[in-house]
């Protein structure tokens, strides 16, 4: 196994304009009895020009190297605002976009952590070496108030299994849905054109999603017709309970987000395995909170019950085990990378393979760890924590991107051959 001298770490310089939202709501305060929000606009609409002009230019001053953009986003706050406020019709644009200014606030979406990455071949390979593959890693990405999102990185996984990321933007942007987004349900949101992935965030936007968009676990699949989208499932929560939901696009630019219907939906770690089985969706989850099930749909947006494959047995994860992303296609059966809760809450990973033909079939499974926190990757955010939400074959070798204590994302990469020689097949 190579282990990556390229680490990534929470940075928080890395921001995003979102809106800051104020109450609506009339009342009588010491400033009079009117809501905020019309105070804030009263104050702006009477400035003079001039004044409107410097405050927008200590704005600019402050901002505008910062973002993409930043007076379109201020216009379009402004538009929000007024659909809310009613009036302001005759306002010039310097005023709306000074009134939108005041109604957005700059979030540190990786201030707190980064972690938990998967991986996909990119959709474009122009300039990959012979043998390299490009590739996008998604990551969880953790703020203020404990919030995650969905952020993403591009880099090559070369052959001789080292690993090189594209440099960091000074940029990111929020993904947005066009119009109003509906409260639950399906949402589409759209990363700005000019933007590449790497500069995309995926914000939570309906209610179930408002307290984070958690552990994507990207895969491209491949229909029976051969048309290919890239796929994964991710956890929304509330801030009191979890569900299962679909991530889709073809591109990266756009991302549709479909909460899953059925009893697999109330659990964590839905994993879909990269092509039909039989003709049917296949997937791999946890159903009891402690073991992994296989599991097949007819319709992939709905996931019920499933069938036991494995449960914990070694003492590295005897208090539960879990899958560790999509199942990886090996002429040798189907890899399921998997993690392991031990002793102090120790997280390790491991693996399994299932048998091509029948994934309900175990060939072997892990006896022991593939990675597990040592002295130099234990300490973060959250401790004693190695874990991934997916890995890719490339070639000869098995490209896995990993999380170390909530805190920072390694990478590693091991040969086929050996990678089934730990699994004793």
């Known amino acids: 196994m190579i282990i990556s001298p390229t680490t990534l770490h929470a940075n928080p310089e890395r921001v995003v304009i979102l809106p800051f939202t104020i109450s609506i709501s009339a009342h009588t305060s010491a400033m009079g009895a009117m809501s905020r929000v019309a105070r804030i606009c009263a104050a702006i609409t009477e400035m003079t020009p001039e004044v409107v002009k410097a405050e927008l230019e200590v704005v600019n001053r402050d901002f505008t190297g910062r973002h993409w953009q930043t007076r379109g986003i201020f216009l379009e706050r402004f538009r929000q605002i007024q659909a809310i406020q009613g009036g302001m019709e005759s306002l010039d644009e310097d005023h709306q976009a000074l009134i939108g200014a005041y109604f957005c606030h700059e979030y540190s979406y990786q201030a707190a952590a980064v972690m ?7 959709p474009d390979q122009t300039g990959a070496p012979v043998g390299a593959v490009n590739f996008i890693m998604s990551t969880r990405t953790v703020g203020e108030g404990h919030i995650s999102t969905i ?35 399906v949402i589409t949101v759209h990363g700005h054109q000019a933007c590449p992935v790497s500069e995309t965030v995926l914000f939570p936007i309906t209610r179930q999603q408002s307290n984070g968009l958690e552990d994507l676990r990207m895969v491209r699949f491949t229909d029976d017709n051969g048309a290919t989208t890239f796929m994964g499932t991710y956890t929304a929560y509330n801030g009191r309970d979890i569900a299962c939901e679909c991530f889709e696009t073809s591109d990266f630019r756009s991302f549709k987000l479909t909460p899953f219907r059925g009893a697999a939906s109330q659990h964590k770690g839905l994993a879909l395995f990269p092509r039909r089985i039989n003709g049917r969706y296949a997937a791999v989850g946890r159903l009891d909170h402690e073991s992994i099930f296989y599991l097949e749909t007819d319709d992939r947006l709905t996931w019920n019950n499933g069938e036991f494959l494995a449960g914990p047995v070694e003492p590295w994860e005897l208090i539960q085990m879990g899958n560790c992303g999509s199942p990886i296609e090996l002429d040798e059966g189907w890899l399921v990378l998997t993690h392991g809760v031990g002793a102090v809450r120790r997280y390790s990973l491991g693996a399994m393979l299932l048998d091509k033909d029948d994934p ?6 892990s006896k022991v760890p593939l990675l597990s926190p040592s002295e130099d990757n234990r300490e973060g955010y959250v401790p004693n924590v190695i874990y991934t939400c997916g890995a890719m074959r ?28 730990h699994l004793s097949v």
């Not at 098995?398 to 089934?420: E, R």
């Open 151 to 185: 952020s993403f990185r591009e880099g090559t996984f070369h052959p001789d299994g080292t690993v090189e990321l594209k440099p960091d933007s000074q940029i990111a942007v929020a993904a947005k849905p066009n119009g109003n987004a509906p409260l639950d349900g």
């Open 360 to 365: 309900r079939k175990v060939l072997g499974r």
């Open 116 to 122: 938990n990455p998967s991986v996909v071949p990119h």
């Open 394 to 421: 490339c070639g000869d070798w098995v490209f896995l991107p990993y999380g170390v204590a909530d805190s920072s994302i390694h990478f590693a990469s091991i040969k086929i051959p050996d990678l089934l020689k």
